[in-house]
């Protein structure tokens, strides 16, 4: 594959546009120096006709949110029937969907917390649910827009009705699960190490936990029982094909281990578009497996194709 053309999708226009840049810069030069003839694509609404000149071999898609991992830029190419990597339509779709996605989670025997799809403007006066609860976009990542409501707040949060609320109308209201936040990547349909995130300074993992530097550390291998460690593994991998995922993909758990060692795991979203940069979570994943990031990424470039 040295030598192949690929085109670097990256920015866009969804929020998560500044995490995207530095994801594609990060893979576009890793890739160079792999031997890659690269183009790097900063998104637009004319991506389609712009493809369509370049005829790349293959597309490394380093968008993230809305338009790039929600089967929209996916459905792009396969029109164009370029060969892309990570997931296709309808996995990239599903799983942005985050109550369609716990909903086949759950089918498949993994653990979700309870929680139900709400009109925002309907969140005014009473609590929907008891608290403590999170109120989430149904379709957002990187922690936007995530709210949570502790046990003692004595009304909704405002900001979800507010006209400063950029994030859609349809929220996910979730009982909030205390604990530790673990999460585990898959690869190639084998499952990668387990992460224990650790947020600094803030109450959860969070976008600037998420990015900002020295914002969280990362415990890899997690520091838990290998019994717990084992099943979320087993559940990772079980979520990738439940959803329907190809290439990588992250799966995001909270364990709550306040009453008793055995706690409660609770798988929160799979992640179809994971951080591409080299200290992001699923190339750390991958490090610790023993793939360089060069490797890594040119292992995804060989894994790409259409009809995903």
């Given at each position: 594959?040295?030598?192949?053309?690929?085109?670097?999708?990256?920015?866009?226009?969804?929020?998560?546009?500044?995490?995207?840049?530095?994801?594609g810069?990060?893979?576009a030069?890793?890739l160079?120096?792999?031997?890659?003839?690269?183009?790097?694509?900063?998104?637009?609404?004319?991506?389609?006709?712009?493809?369509?000149?370049?005829?790349?071999?293959v597309?490394?898609?380093?968008?993230?949110?809305?338009?790039?991992?929600?089967?929209?830029?996916?459905?792009?190419?396969?029109?164009?029937?370029?060969?892309?990597?990570?997931?296709?339509?309808?996995?990239?779709a599903?799983a942005?969907?985050?109550?369609?996605?716990?909903?086949?989670?759950?089918?498949?025997?993994?653990?979700?917390a309870?929680?139900?799809?709400?009109?925002?403007?309907?969140?005014?006066?009473?609590?929907?649910?008891?608290?403590?609860?999170?109120?989430k976009?149904?379709?957002?990542?990187?922690?936007?827009?995530?709210?949570i409501?502790?046990?003692?707040q004595?009304?909704?949060?405002?900001?979800?009705?507010?006209?400063?609320?950029r994030?859609?109308?349809?929220?996910?209201?979730?009982?909030?699960?205390?604990?530790?936040?673990?999460?585990?990547?898959?690869?190639?349909?084998?499952?990668?190490?387990?992460?224990?995130?650790?947020?600094?300074?803030?109450?959860?993992?969070?976008?600037?936990?998420k990015?900002?530097?020295?914002?969280?550390?990362h415990?890899?291998?997690?520091?838990?029982?290998?019994?717990?460690?084992?099943?979320?593994?087993?559940?990772?991998?079980?979520?990738?094909e439940?959803?329907?995922?190809?290439g990588?993909?992250r799966?995001d758990?909270?364990?709550?281990?306040?009453?008793?060692?055995?706690?409660?795991?609770?798988?929160?979203?799979?992640?179809?578009?994971?951080?591409m940069?080299?200290?992001?979570?699923?190339?750390?994943?991958?490090?610790?497996?023993?793939y360089?990031?060069?490797?890594?990424?040119?292992?995804?470039?060989?894994?790409a194709?259409?009809?995903?």
């Amino acid at each position: 594959m040295g030598g192949k053309h690929v085109a670097v999708l990256l920015g866009g226009f969804s929020s998560e546009r500044p995490v995207s840049l530095s994801s594609g810069k990060a893979c576009a030069d890793a890739l160079e120096a792999e031997g890659f003839q690269v183009t790097r694509v900063d998104v637009d609404h004319d991506v389609a006709s712009r493809l369509a000149e370049l005829k790349p071999d293959v597309v490394f898609n380093a968008l993230h949110g809305p338009f790039g991992e929600d089967g929209t830029i996916q459905g792009i190419l396969e029109y164009l029937q370029i060969p892309y990597t990570h997931s296709g339509v309808l996995a990239s779709a599903l799983a942005m969907d985050k109550s369609r996605a716990k909903t086949v989670a759950a089918a498949a025997g993994i653990p979700v917390a309870s929680s139900i799809v709400m009109d925002r403007f309907a969140i005014v006066g009473e609590h929907p649910m008891k608290p403590p609860y999170v109120v989430k976009p149904v379709r957002e990542g990187s922690s936007f827009g995530v709210v949570i409501v502790k046990e003692d707040q004595a009304h909704p949060p405002q900001i979800v009705t507010s006209s400063e609320w950029r994030y859609g109308d349809e929220v996910l209201v979730e009982r909030y699960i205390y604990g530790r936040e673990l999460t585990c990547g898959v690869m190639d349909g084998k499952v990668l190490g387990v992460t224990e995130i650790v947020p600094l300074g803030h109450s959860f993992y969070d976008y600037d936990a998420k990015y900002a530097k020295g914002g969280s550390k990362h415990v890899l291998p997690a520091e838990i029982s290998p019994n717990l460690y084992q099943n979320i593994q087993t559940l990772s991998l079980r979520a990738h094909e439940a959803i329907g995922c190809r290439g990588v993909s992250r799966s995001d758990f909270r364990f709550d281990d306040r009453f008793s060692e055995e706690g409660e795991l609770v798988w929160l979203e799979i992640n179809t578009q994971p951080g591409m940069t080299p200290t992001s979570l699923v190339p750390e994943m991958a490090a610790h497996a023993g793939y360089s990031f060069g490797e890594f990424l040119r292992w995804m470039v060989e894994d790409a194709s259409c009809l995903r």
